[in-house]
């Protein structure tokens, strides 16, 4: 080897790591980054769902202390519930089971101006990407929601 090429050898360094510092950044920013956009996703999901269970139940009570009739108001409750899940969540909805109307206190059989209706909705929120169990556990977030409707006080007995 010359004397020039061992005083630029020297000059500009070993050779053997060029290159390395943008392979490291790559793998650390994959490492880092898609659990990152993971819980992201997750995060946003339940939150959409949180705020979806919460105005499906306002909008429930709603419909059920403006209905016509006591028949009626279970029907009216239930579409309106499910209409604005279908809004903000990616869940299915079950009116039967998830869906639960009380009157709070002591209503009679009809309802008058006053009384108080409490209506609860539980939904179960799976996790993108992940199974529905693991080790016999779900994997799913239970959100609730309840919310209390007052009957109008202008409002004639049903």
């Known amino acids: 080897m010359t004397k020039a090429r061992r005083w630029l050898e020297r ?6 790591e060029s290159g390395n510092a943008v392979l490291e950044f790559v793998v650390l920013a994959v490492l880092l980054l898609v659990p990152l956009v993971y819980v ?6 339940v939150q959409g769902a949180a705020y979806g269970i919460a105005e ?10 403006s ?5 009626d108001a279970i029907a ?6 499910t209409v604005a899940m279908r809004n903000q969540v990616a869940e299915d909805f079950d009116c039967g089971s998830q869906l639960r109307i009380t ?6 059989p009809a ?6 209706v409490r209506v609860e909705i539980d939904l179960p929120v799976t996790l993108p990407m992940l199974p529905s169990a693991v080790f016999g556990n779900s ?4 959100l609730q929601s309840v919310h209390d409707e007052v009957v109008d006080e202008f409002r004639a007995n049903r």
């Open 11 to 16: 000059r500009l360094g070993d050779d053997r």
């Open 40 to 45: 992201i996703l997750a995060v946003l999901r």
């Open 56 to 65: 499906a139940t306002r909008e429930a009570g709603r419909a059920y202390v």
């Open 67 to 71: 209905a016509q009739s006591s028949s």
């Open 76 to 81: 009216r409750a239930c579409t309106a519930a």
């Open 103 to 108: 009157c709070v206190g002591a209503c009679a």
């Open 111 to 116: 309802l008058s101006p006053g009384d108080t």
């Open 139 to 142: 994997t799913a977030i239970s």
